[in-house]
């Protein structure tokens, strides 16, 4: 019998009893170090969320906000640049003319399906206006119904 790179098995490999005994331990290290809670290198790795939350990295891509104008309203122009950039296709974006002459279109109704939402951020580099971003850090997006994580445009203006 040979291993994977056509290497003699040893007697002990063989027979899987010592490379069993090994799996256990390694198990066992893992099961006491988790009802301990040691902590520091080499303890345990997880957080009991939600009583403890990580800090999430800089530039980390969380739940999406649009940002304002420094009257409040949006930035976005509803140039339809995030929607069409979107590989999962979960923006849905209807534009209305503005009422200032100076810019052109406003978006009467901005969503995001937070669902069908891949995090890839295409829909920010997209943007042309600085319009959309994805820094609220923002991660624990649940709910119990599809619905209510289409995100609106206020609820993504207030974010
Ligand atoms: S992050 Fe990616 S998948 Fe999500 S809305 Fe933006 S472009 Fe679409
Ligand atoms: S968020 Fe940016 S890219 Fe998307 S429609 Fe608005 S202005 Fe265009």
Redo the contacts with the bound molecule.
């Keep these: 019998m040979t291993s994977k790179n056509n290497q003699k098995m040893s007697f002990h490999e063989k027979i899987y009893l010592v490379e069993i005994v090994k799996g256990l331990f390694i198990t066992l290290k893992h099961a006491l170090t988790n009802l301990f809670h040691r902590s520091g290198p080499g303890g345990i790795r997880t957080v009991e969320y939600p009583e403890q939350v990580k800090t999430v990295t800089t530039g980390f891509?969380g739940q999406?906000r649009l940002t304002r104008r420094d009257d409040g309203s949006p930035r976005c122009t509803a140039c339809m640049l995030?929607a069409t950039?979107?590989?999962?296709?979960?923006?849905t974006i209807v534009a209305a003319e503005h009422e200032d002459p100076t810019i052109e279109k406003y978006p009467l109704i901005y969503e995001?399906d937070e669902l069908?939402?891949?995090?890839?951020?295409?829909?920010?580099e997209?943007c042309p206006c600085d319009a959309?971003r994805?820094d609220t850090c923002i991660y624990d997006m649940a709910d119990f119904t599809r619905e209510s994580l289409i995100y609106k445009k206020d609820l993504l203006l207030n974010s």
């Design positions: 891509r999406h995030c950039s979107c590989p999962a296709d979960c923006i995001i069908r939402c891949v995090f890839c951020g295409l829909c920010v997209a959309i994805m």
